[in-house]
């Protein structure tokens, strides 16, 4: 219970409560309406709180949580993190990985879309109890290599264990080629045909700077250096001088993807193109703020019709794992976004671009996933719109009905 409920399925309830059972919900509404009439195993009155669904992350890179770097050009850092990653064993991915659940589960996340290199966050997001996409991400910009880069990753993800976890079946595959200006538009056409044949969705990160719309015009610019500065093969790359959604368009490799992340550098063809496809775009604002980049026009996305959502990046490149930090830097640069459907961003949308038909609402026979947010203190009432005031704090995490967090009484 709470002095308000907001399910997204429906409007703000006062004085609302939900009933679950079995890790699934019952019954959401008035409390006087969903009190059951025989008494119940557990009951928790949160008081003068906003409970809402569990928060969905659509975009993270978890393993990159043990990760610290300072706001610069995206290709300084992209130099500097695969010099430390790649002499990094299996357990610091984990350890990592791990500490990136922790900090989810204490911002009111209880699902994630994880790009992962080594496939350790599955273990990480099972153990805490969470659910979520682990995309098994793939790189390789010579197109006669496509084939064995995919048939590589494909053998680690079969060999890779079923993590039961806390929740059964909580944490699922997927495929993330990791940009036009990192993988072939050949590795994009066969994880978009593997993917189709397993049911796996598929994300990629797509127009996030200038540098990638510089580098598929000429094949030039930073980016290239940063191929240079890691023994990168541009073999065999051929410079399309199209933009990244035409890029992938142009031998079909965008209708193969579910997630398009970061989006930045995109204009209203690109965004035909997208919705054409049904590819949902993933806003991180606060990732473009670090790296300086122009964010998205969020504001004339929503009037084009596409479908949004929202992720954090990772702790290398953002300050938190906070979605509601997320939505509050989204509300500076689109004004004009209502809460509700700010709301639907950090939750629904997410979840549905993620393949979770049952997450992201509270509803009956949903998943009993939800936080409770404390808004700033005052003495009058309060709405939906306080869970993103910046002085809200999520006190309580629960996914599958458990407690997977919570902040001490007192």
């Known amino acids: 219970m709470a002095d308000l409920v907001c399910p997204v399925a429906g409007p703000p309830i006062r004085r609302g409560a939900v009933l679950t059972s079995s890790g699934r919900v019952l019954a959401v509404g008035e409390e006087a309406f969903v009190r059951p009439a025989e008494p119940v195993a557990e009951e928790r009155d949160f008081g003068r709180a906003i409970l809402i669904p569990g928060l969905v992350n659509a975009h993270t890179h978890l393993e990159l949580s043990g990760l610290k770097r300072k706001p610069g050009p995206m290709e300084d850092w992209i130099i500097s993190l695969v010099r430390e990653m790649r002499g990094w064993p299996a357990h610091l991915f984990l350890a990592s990985a791990q500490i990136g659940a922790a900090a989810s589960l204490a911002a009111g996340v209880t699902c994630v879309g994880d790009v992962s290199t080594s496939g350790e966050s599955a273990t990480a997001i099972a153990g805490a109890g969470m659910r979520g996409v682990v995309f098994h991400e793939m790189l390789g910009l010579d197109p006669a290599r496509a084939d064995e880069v995919l048939a590589e990753k494909m053998k680690a993800c079969d060999l890779f264990p079923e993590y039961k976890g806390l929740i059964p079946d909580a944490v699922r595959h997927g495929l993330s080629p990791h940009a036009p200006y990192s993988a072939s538009l050949a590795l994009y056409r066969a994880v978009r045909d593997e993917a189709r044949s397993r049911g796996w969705p598929v994300a990629t990160h797509l127009g996030e700077s200038m540098h990638e719309v510089e580098f598929l015009q000429d094949g030039g610019g930073a980016l290239a250096r940063v191929h240079h500065e890691l023994n990168g093969q541009l073999h065999g790359f051929k410079p399309s001088g199209l933009r ?131 808004p700033p203190r005052g003495t009058g009432g309060f709405n939906l719109g306080d869970v993103f005031d910046p002085g809200a704090f999520v006190v309580c995490t629960v996914t599958n009905g458990e407690v997977r967090y919570e902040v001490p009484s007192g």
Do not use: Y
């Not at 993807?257 to 690109?270: G, I, R, S, Y």
């Not at 019709?305 to 290398?316: I, P, Q, V």
């Not at 490149?317 to 809460?339: C, F, M, Q």
């Not at 993620?354 to 936080?371: H, I, M, R, S, Y």
């Open 244 to 374: 990244p959604a035409a890029h992938l368009d142009l031998t079909g490799a965008l209708g193969g993807l579910t997630l398009a992340v970061h989006a930045n550098q995109t204009n209203p063809e690109d965004w035909t193109l997208l919705r054409k496809n049904r590819v949902c775009v993933c806003l991180c604002p606060r990732s473009a703020r670090f790296f300086e980049h122009p964010f998205a026009d969020a504001a004339r996305m929503r009037e084009a019709g596409l479908e949004l959502c929202l992720g954090t990046d990772s702790l290398a490149s953002s300050p938190s794992l906070s979605l509601l930090d997320e939505a509050r830097a989204l509300r500076e640069a689109d004004v004009e976004i209502g809460d509700s459907e700010l709301l639907d961003m950090c939750t629904r949308a997410g979840a549905e671009a993620l393949g979770f038909d049952n997450l992201g609402v509270l509803k009956p026979g949903g998943a009993a996933d939800f936080c409770v947010v404390c």
